[in-house]
């Protein structure tokens, strides 16, 4: 992700009902876009645009690259809800999770929700993670807790 972008993913990351299934970090506030680009100068994360018949629609990102371990965590949201349910954000973590064991040598990837979102969940599904637990009531939204549902993936269990 270039900076030219930072200004419309923090316009996106902004919006109440995304951000509202985000990490706590992201969630519930206004996102400044030097915010978005202190995240994408940290070493641990890579952001990327997605795009849709060539417009921004949205990111795909990993967090918590760990080198050592070779794990980090995968996550999305859709900048553009119009283009939403026609399998974009499918197809960018798809391309993600290849980039993630191809050229970054990740072993295992690993993903959160908060319980409840559906629309998550199948992209998680269709990209061949698998439900690997929960964490009980470990996250707050819309003045309730919900349980954190864990998902992973390992470079060995990528299908083709
Ligand atoms: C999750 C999100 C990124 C999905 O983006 P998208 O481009 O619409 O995703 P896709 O079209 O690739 O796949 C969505 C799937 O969810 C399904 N879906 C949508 N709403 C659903 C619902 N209420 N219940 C069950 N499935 C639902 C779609 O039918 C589709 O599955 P299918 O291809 O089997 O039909 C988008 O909804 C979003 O930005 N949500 C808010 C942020 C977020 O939740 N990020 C993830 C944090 S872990």
Known sequence: MTPESFVAV??????????TWLTSEWRGRIIDPAIVALAVR????RLFLVKSD???CGVVALADIDL???VAMIWY???D????GRGVTSAAVKALVRLAFEELEI???YAWIIDGNEPSRRVLEKNGFREVGRMRQAATRSGGRFDRVYFDLTRNNLTA
Request: no cysteine.
């Open 77 to 79: 949201f859709l900048g």
């Open 54 to 56: 060539g417009k921004p």
């Open 68 to 70: 050592v371990d070779r």
């Open 107 to 109: 072993e295992t990837l």
């Open 81 to 84: 809800t119009a283009s939403g």
């Open 10 to 19: 923090a316009e996106w990351l902004s919006r109440l009902d995304t951000n």
């Open 42 to 45: 940290n070493k641990r994360n």
